[in-house]
């Protein structure tokens, strides 16, 4: 049944779109800018109707999308955006059953996504150093239910990581190049790369330790951009500004590490004598 | 076990990055440019390692992702690109169990991709009238095994959908405006509308008539660019050209139909007087 | 001579980039956030050293570009852009000597820019109907020394221009496509026509315009879009955020207006029964 | 008088918006995909009409602008394109009468459409090592009859340039970072520095050389995208591919080398104990 149930996490859109990501409780009250709605006008009502503050303003009552969870995201750091994580969603397969490594876990935005993508088999394991972090992305797991899908995990990765045969390993980490061989160890054979940062020259400080490493073959860099538009039939027009940059993403595929090629060459020279 | 077996899926990858997309059997030949492999060289090895051809060529094991599979789908229109599916996926909420209505079919690109996230008890629901369209679609999901959540429904969509509270519902059709009603009927209420339009005169037609139609709210027009680097650390550069356009992704929220402002002005007198 | 001198326009360049414009005049103060520097100070200085504040801040003197001018134009309006300015310029064949229209005048940034490059011969009209609009291009014009190849005309263009054989004529009103006869009248055979416009709106009905009443070819439409860096050579990243939209452009060229396609018709078969 | 004359540079545009840009030159011939047409066919017409090929074929007569020149250039070399060029001529503050210094000449594009904008006092001397390039260039030139204010030096630039106090310089040339004194040198003070490099590397190279010498500022880094779109006012949409990239263009201005932050430091320290 799609009508709005106490415990059920909602997003009511306010007439000027602003948006409240709620969790429905009964007696509890939401409080906004245009009045307020208690919860219990709420509780009951069917998922798209409009449900009113004391002071007549229409709420919209809808359940909250993949984006408008990580766009609610509770921030200390910079997120991952939507437009990023949906790349990265078909790039790395991010499919029901995934085993998914992740570091550093940050606010939390992008483990949020990829827990409701791996369901129900799969698992998110998360690795954040920051005590002050650790705490933020609990509380924002918490929030929507991710807590049993993901497992978060205190840890310097210089240590490495606790699984092998991941399916899939993301570095949201300022120095991603130093944590190569960790990341190797710990993803399947194929197993999928990516990672996230905002300089030019972090990336090529990665793709370097990755030419010279070996390992890695696949590579792709991309930047996404969204342009906006103002959704006025009769004056549609680009937004005047827009978010120009919030890092390059790189991606991989983790296999047998290729002999030198001094040993290649010398291997073949054997072949031709035979 | 991460090993490649008879009758799976996988991805041969060539020196020059050029891909092969092979369902393995016993017996049969992988024929490329570099030369051939016979599929029993390759059953059996771990996924990550290399093949060679009888020349010499090593060529990489690996599985495909949702992205290798689109990508690969044999086209015969314009498909739904991975940076528009991963953006469609989080705005919306694409995820596991997600019931998803989609019209056209085309190729059945976009089809492919959501078939994947929506396991293991979502279901797409794909409606196409074109005989050629729907033979196509049919061979591209049968490649990847998809069927089994995926009904292709041959229908001219005039005279509507046949599901009812669906999660999502996806319009890649030429004229996506004449088609708002039947959408509506067969969306929850606050489940989510998608469409994408290559041009910005179908754009304003389509917002005008969302306007005018009511019923549907968070409307949202974006354009998704990729911008593709050389992966060279020493000579680190965006490509020389790119793909501009693709089209315009338009997004809303099916709500209840809005009563006309007249009725509105109306009820609010009455309530005042009262 | 490279030296300031009273009655010199300069660029005030303060070491936190931020950017003063001043006419330099014996007895006067540039007050500033970093304090002040009497302009006897500044007169007698070669131009790229630095001038230091009371509280022994260095600014720069610098001569001011054409980019530093447009950009200091004092506004009641929406601008042009230098990215626009400058891509105007080659493709309607700015030069020295060029005799220019353009409408409205606006803020006169545009103006000026152009004011600049056809000298000393060229000349510029622009047609502006408010007051407050002439009185600030004036004002703007007048500080850089532009008035003596520039004539602004305070006129409603539905009457026409005066000036005929115009090298270029430029639009960047709202609705561009009610003076395109009038355009056509004013620009010599061959002539160059641009227009901006902020929607998509306004330019198909430019575009529709244009394509019936004949009379224009070789149309081009584009948009600029400038990415800003962070000039740093250790974290080189492009600034978060970019100006997404300033307008679209169009670019046509004045040509006989051609016989109808049924004439064209007529007159083709006349010819081969001849 | 706006009528085609024998010796004239024009710009002959076919239906399909090919273009074929001839001196005319009484007694030759034009020949293209659509039939040929006598150059005296064209002699005596005037600009913005239509000359027809012996197969009636209508051929626009028109003038070319400096944006036609610099595309019609042949080239031997990636040229500079004219959004770059348009950005240049603002940001450097190219107008009448300037002293301008380039390097490397390459296929003389940049060079062509300088020359045209610093008439009819300015000069632009051009520097290239390679005779191919020089001996293109000069054609180019030739051909458009820029050689009255250009002067093309043969020269390897280490030795630096012959020029004090130029007005601009501009460096195209792959490694610029080793020839900043050379510019310097050849600059008036506060004069305007550019440089277009393809690649982040040459980038952070040259950010990063020019932090350690001194002597610049107001540093400014950038890239223009340009987006094309079919202008049709019934189907209006971008081009489906777009150049993503050319290079980037740095901009600064030379200045009196500051003294180093140590000499800073001893300088301050006496000031404040005098």
Not at 25 to 30: I, P
Not at 125 to 154: F, H, P, S
Not at 225 to 254: C, I, N, S
């Amino acid at each position: 049944m799609n009508i709005a149930q106490a415990n059920d996490l909602v997003l009511m859109l306010a007439p000027d779109e602003k948006r409240f990501l709620i969790r429905l409780s009964a007696g509890a009250q939401l409080h906004t800018h245009r009045g307020f709605i208690p919860h219990d006008a709420i509780i009951g009502q069917p998922f798209g109707n409009a449900v009113k503050t004391q002071l007549g303003q229409r709420f919209l009552l809808l359940q909250p999308s993949t984006f408008d969870l990580v766009m609610h995201v509770k921030r200390a750091s910079q997120i991952v955006y939507p437009k990023e994580i949906g790349y990265i969603v078909l790039r790395m397969n991010i499919v029901p059953g995934a085993r998914v490594i992740e570091a550093g876990t940050g606010s939390g935005g992008l483990t949020l996504a990829l827990s409701r993508l791996v369901r129900p088999d799969g698992r998110i394991y998360t690795y954040e150093e920051r005590d002050d972090m650790i705490e933020l992305a609990r509380k924002n797991l918490e929030r929507i239910g991710a807590l049993d899908v993901v497992e978060i995990k205190q840890r310097d990765i210089r240590a490495g990581f606790d699984e092998r045969n991941a399916d899939a390993l993301f570095l949201d980490v300022r120095e991603p190049w130093m944590f190569l061989a960790q990341a190797h160890a710990a993803l399947k054979g194929g197993g999928f790369f990516g990672s996230l940062v905002p300089t030019a020259n972090q990336l090529t400080d990665l793709l370097r330790e990755m030419e010279s490493w070996g390992g890695w073959s696949d590579v792709q860099v991309i930047e996404i951009l969204m342009r906006q538009y103002k959704p006025v039939a009769d004056r549609l027009r680009p937004e005047d500004r827009m978010v120009a940059h919030t890092g390059y993403l790189l991606f991989a595929r983790a296999v047998a590490r290729m002999p030198a090629r001094a040993e290649i060459e010398q291997a073949d020279e054997q072949t031709e004598s035979e």
